[in-house]
């Protein structure tokens, strides 16, 4: 799962140049980097060994020199313009409440629905988060086989909890969930899907799996907010959008994180901590399609370099998965 997640960082869309480093002098860097190199050829990768080195000392000296000419060598790199169909967009929830299946989640849904009718793709996940709602995930699946799947995979993150003597529902809704007004897991899942619009579901990916297709795609991943972002950057997104409710910081190390927020008070206590209000859809103000066009076009603008509040501040969060994974 390790390799799997470095391979798909090592070869995602925004990232430049790379530097593998690895403690043993096994190969191992180097296997990710041939890995990484089929995926991207001709991307900028150099490896090296913290043993081989002669220990962290020798090692930090020869990864500057090793980083320094990487960034040489992408320096003359030039921005170029490219079809919103070729985007890749992501979509999160984290510390979720009543307003995020009412407003935050419904106006991302509209922002995905938008990208995929102009030949886009979209990415969502959470696999724990959908309990009790994926009978009504899998009726928008595109054939029985994904409509499957989405059952499956549900099927098995409650089959792997009862093994330890554990329920999904056990833990979910957390205590901030539940303090921020959601009852039960169906109602935390009900909203979670929504971030995912109402195009059909092309397929379901295991965790951190390329992102192939166009349309709209399900990952396997767990509730985990920092693992799941991840997981969708090393699949290939290039900029998740994170609804929360009760407020996150989180970024990532390899892509932008979008965030949006319905709960006025929270935006009110949290400001710096995010690109987008849909509170006044919670007010009355305005309708969640008006306010998933405006996402639309702030999400472009972030897309063609204006930073996400998660870049601004430094938030570059990235973590691996591995509880229950064997490979």
């Keep these: 799962m390790t390799d799997r997640v470095l391979i798909g960082a090592a070869s995602a869309p925004n990232v430049a140049a790379v530097l593998l480093v690895n403690q ?43 980083a320094g000419a990487l960034a040489d060598a992408i320096a ?23 307003t995020s299946g009412m407003a935050s989640n419904p106006v991302v849904g509209v922002c995905a629905d938008i990208l995929i009718d102009f030949g886009g793709t979209v990415c969502f996940s959470e696999t724990t988060e959908m309990m009790g709602a994926e009978h009504i995930l899998a009726r928008r699946a595109c054939n029985e086989e994904v409509a499957r799947r989405i059952i499956e995979i549900v099927a098995n993150v409650e089959k792997a909890a009862n093994a330890v003597g554990a329920t999904v529902a056990g833990g979910n809704p957390t205590p901030g969930n539940m303090a921020g007004g959601l009852s039960t897991i169906e109602e935390k899942s ?6 995912g619009g109402t195009r059909p579901v092309q397929g379901v990916l295991d965790f951190a799996q390329p992102i192939t297709g166009k349309g709209l795609w399900l990952m396997d991943t767990p509730g985990h907010d920092a693992v799941s972002v991840s997981a969708k950057a090393a699949g290939g997104s290039h900029l998740n959008i994170f609804t929360t409710g009760r407020g996150s910081p989180l970024g990532n190390a390899i ?45 472009i603008a972030v897309c063609s370099g204006q930073l996400a509040v998660a870049e601004a501040i430094g938030h570059y969060e990235f973590a691996i998965h591995h509880i229950g994974i064997l490979d």
């Design 24 to 66: 043993a002098n096994d190969g191992r860097d180097s296997h990710i980097a041939h890995e990484a190199l089929l995926r991207t050829p001709g991307r900028p990768i150099s490896t090296m060994s913290i043993e081989a080195c002669g220990g962290s000392v020798k090692a930090i000296a020869q990864g500057t020199t090793l």
């Design 76 to 98: 003359k790199a030039e921005r170029e313009e490219f079809p919103v169909s070729e985007l890749i967009m992501a979509a999160e929830c984290g510390g979720s409440d009543a």
């Design 190 to 195: 009900l909203g979670c899907i929504l971030k």
């Design 255 to 299: 892509q932008p994180v979008m965030k949006v927020c319905a709960n006025a008070a929270t935006v009110a206590k949290m400001s710096d901590n995010f690109d987008f209000s849909a509170a006044p859809i919670i007010s009355g103000l305005a309708t969640k399609e008006a306010m998933g066009r405006e996402l639309y076009r702030l999400m």
